[in-house]
């Protein structure tokens, strides 16, 4: 392929991180993964869950100095997607502070229902349009405040997670408009910080940052970032910068579009089911299905809702490393093919399966707590795993359609939660509508079409997913029979509603 530009996507997931290299030739986008690296964070010596940032910026910076070895002349742009919720905050002379807390620390316990407390769990939601969830940055912040630790009244800024690194690479000190969207510290509906609701909380808000648009061009490149003759024109551009955001930007809806309007999964540590509007939907319905509006790029909306996703795996995966069986993912998915179908599920976003830790022991505590078979060996766990997120993805489908009054006619399931053949199919067979799988590498090469965007090369998102099927392969899924897990999907519903109860995030 010759490249008409070059850019680079730094991908940065809440499991691993990679430097993705583009390039685009007026028609198609190549992707070229240089550099991955794993993403863990640590404990501090006050037990807090904090990520390693100066060892991620050093990833970072490595994935730079590989790409500009591999690239065929100047790379034009760079841009950074990260998870959305956690942030961190920065001086008045630009120095970051601290390592930001993960939003899997468990600080934030509580901390929902005090906010519900002090001004309704109503308010929470008509003055975001945001699911209510634990580990909101909202919630965080509240936690930061009754810590008594005073982070934030050390800070000049307080930064979201990719904004931390559009700092380190451009001196920039703003905020992206999609990464703050998840905030639920965000007005999406007068699209502005939420300041009468954080101060009504008691927290501060002469730190938040001006938010820009995705696609906005913040600085050059520092030297300092990365030295090389390949960087000398480098921009920093603002992709849609919640990774969820960029994924969105890829999924090729128009191959649905004779048959309707289509639905997306973007399958990862976090699965984010939903659908695509030109406004927020916030009124009783879509509080009531806790459901959350978030920022997209070019003015769209991503009325979705946040489910757990390939976490509860990761972490089974993990504990059984910890024991000494090493399973790749593949080995894992095809244990789980042959087990039985639909013994038993879990509602994964369940409080207690939030944090690391021996997640197989916390699927069986919860299995035992609900009266199903408990899950014998790592095949029924996986098993249990992969059924338990296709009925939750069902749910939330059914929900948007109750929600927008629109049937989606397929599903669209997009990043590395793609590759799960096991997984598409049965989300295939739960929600009755087909799934059309791919692109694998959506998360970066939405990021790369927004930079694209800003360097002038593509006009609209019609164009961008035009861009997508030109050069990535998308599978399909048709739905079967539902499969022995539909029995329990009426029971799997009340137990969610249960846990939602419990947790202060519905009625």
């Known amino acids: 392929m010759t490249a008409r530009r070059q850019v680079l996507a730094v991908d940065l997931g809440a499991e691993s991180g990679r430097v993705v290299l583009g390039r685009f030739d ?27 940032l100066s060892r991620l910026w050093s990833e970072v910076r490595d994935g730079l100095a590989k790409a500009a070895a591999l690239a ?16 961190g905050f920065v001086d008045a002379h630009g120095a970051i502070l601290d390592d930001p807390v993960s939003h899997r620390d468990g600080r934030t316990r509580g901390m929902l229902a005090e906010a519900a407390r002090l001004v309704g769990r109503d308010r929470l939601y008509a003055d975001t349009g945001i699911q209510l969830l634990e580990v909101n940055t909202v919630f965080q912040l509240l936690a930061d405040e009754r810590s008594g630790t005073g982070r934030h009244r050390r800070a000049s800024r307080m930064l979201m997670l990719p904004d931390l690194f559009h700092r ?5 000190a703003v905020a992206e408009y999609t990464a703050v969207s998840t905030s639920g510290a965000y007005d999406m509906t007068r699209r502005r910080w939420a300041v009468e609701l954080l101060s009504d909380l008691g ?61 997306y999964i973007s399958s990862g540590t976090w699965s984010l089911v939903g659908v695509e509007s030109d406004a927020p939907v916030v ?19 991503r009325l979705l809702r946040n489910c757990m996703g390939l976490w509860l795996l990761q972490e089974c995966r993990n504990h059984w490393a910890r024991e000494g069986r090493e399973y790749g993912y593949g080995e894992l998915v095809a244990l789980a093919a042959r087990a039985p179908a639909g013994r038993s599920v879990v509602n994964p976003d369940h409080r207690d399966f939030v944090e690391p830790g021996d997640m197989p022991a916390r699927i ?19 098993r249990t795993v992969l059924d338990s997120l296709a009925l939750g993805y069902r749910m939330a489908l059914e929900d948007l359609a109750l929600v927008t009054g629109r049937q989606p006619a397929a599903a669209h399931i997009v990043g590395g939660g793609s590759r799960n053949a096991l ?70 519903r009340e137990w969610v509603a249960a846990d939602s109860a419990e947790a202060g995030i519905t009625d």
């Open 26 to 52: 007026g028609a198609a986008i190549g992707t070229e993964e240089v550099h991955r690296f794993a993403n863990v964070p640590r404990r501090d010596g006050d037990g807090v869950l904090r990520w390693n």
């Open 203 to 263: 927290i501060p808000t002469g730190v938040l940052p001006e938010v820009v648009e995705p696609g906005t061009d913040l600085g050059a490149l520092l030297p300092e970032a990365a030295d090389h003759s390949a960087y000398r024109r480098t921009r920093v551009v603002a992709p849609g910068s919640h990774d969820t955001a960029s994924a969105v930007v890829s999924v090729p809806f128009e191959e649905a579009a004779a048959e309707g309007p289509a639905a």
């Open 364 to 382: 069986r505590e919860y299995c035992t707590r609900t009266g199903q078979p408990v899950p014998d060996g790592v095949a029924e766990t996986v």
């Open 168 to 172: 380190l690479l451009s001196g920039s």
């Open 283 to 301: 009124d009783e319905g879509s509080r009531r299905a806790n459901l959350t509006n978030e920022g997209g790029v070019l003015g769209t909306i």
């Open 72 to 87: 065929d002349g100047p790379v034009d742009s760079v841009g950074v997607d990260t998870w959305g919720l956690d942030y």
């Open 423 to 492: 997984l598409n199919q049965l989300t295939a067979d739960a929600s009755g509508l087909p799934v059309l799988a791919g692109p694998v590498e959506a998360t970066a090469v939405g990021n790369m079409l927004v930079q694209l965007l800003a360097l002038g090369e593509l006009a609209d998102l019609s164009e961008m997913r035009a861009v997508v099927r030109a050069g990535q392969r998308v599978g399909r899924y048709e739905p079967g029979g539902a499969g022995a897990a539909e029995e329990c999907y009426g029971r799997y």
